[in-house]
C-alpha cells in the first residue's frame, strides 16, 4: 500500500466516527432562552387635513410667463452696435455648454449632438437672432464643451 492508499483509508474510518460522535451528544440548551416579544400595537390613525374653501378652488392651470417688457426686434432690425447685431453679423451664436449633464446639456450617443434644456433654449435665441427655422437652427450655434467651473472666466474672457 502506498502512502496515498493509506491516507484515503484512514480519512473513510475517521470521518465517519467523528461524524457519529459529533452527532450523537445527547445534552441539550440548560433552559428555555428568555426574552420579551416586542408590542404589537396598531399604528396610529392617519391624519386628516381639510384645506380652507378659498382655496379649494381650482382656477386657471395655464401655465404663465414672464412678457418682454417690450416688442421683441425682428432678426433684420436689430438694434445697432448691440451684442444681438454682433452675433448676427458673425453667423454664429458661439455657446459654451456642459456636455455631462443629463437633460441640460449631454451628448446623444444616437445622433453625436449635445441636447437638453440649456441646448434647447440657445436654440430659441438662435432663432430670434438669425431668423432661423427648426431644421437650420443647431448648424447656427457654435457649442463649446466647457466644464461647468470654467463657464464664467471663459465668458469674461470672450471665449464663449
Same mark, same amino acid.
Given at each position: 500500500?502506498?502512502?496515498?492508499? /493509506?491516507? &484515503? &483509508?484512514?480519512?473513510?474510518?475517521? #470521518? ?21 416579544? @416586542? ?28 412678457? @418682454?417688457?417690450? @416688442?421683441?426686434?425682428? @432678426? ?11 452675433? /448676427? ?32 433654449? #440657445? ?32 465668458? /469674461?474672457?470672450?471665449?464663449?
Amino acid at each position: 500500500m502506498n502512502a496515498r492508499t /493509506r491516507t &484515503s &483509508s484512514a480519512l473513510a474510518v475517521a #470521518l465517519p466516527a467523528l461524524l457519529l460522535v459529533a452527532c450523537a451528544g445527547g445534552e441539550r440548551l440548560p433552559a428555555a432562552v428568555q426574552g420579551e416579544a @416586542p408590542s404589537t400595537s396598531a399604528a396610529p390613525p392617519a391624519q386628516t387635513f381639510t384645506c380652507p374653501a378659498d382655496q379649494q378652488e381650482v382656477g386657471d392651470l395655464t401655465p404663465k410667463s414672464y412678457a @418682454p417688457d417690450g @416688442p421683441l426686434p425682428s @432678426p433684420d432690425d436689430l438694434p445697432a452696435g448691440s451684442t444681438m447685431a454682433a452675433i /448676427r453679423a458673425s453667423g454664429t451664436l458661439r455657446v459654451g455648454v456642459s456636455a455631462d449633464t443629463l437633460l441640460f446639456g449631454a451628448r446623444n450617443p444616437q445622433t453625436g449632438q449635445i441636447e437638453g434644456f440649456d441646448i434647447d433654449m #440657445l436654440k430659441e435665441v438662435a432663432k430670434a437672432i438669425f431668423g432661423a427655422d427648426d431644421d437650420t437652427v443647431y448648424d447656427l450655434l457654435d457649442i463649446v464643451v466647457i466644464p461647468y467651473s470654467q463657464r464664467i472666466p471663459k465668458l /469674461r474672457s470672450g471665449e464663449v
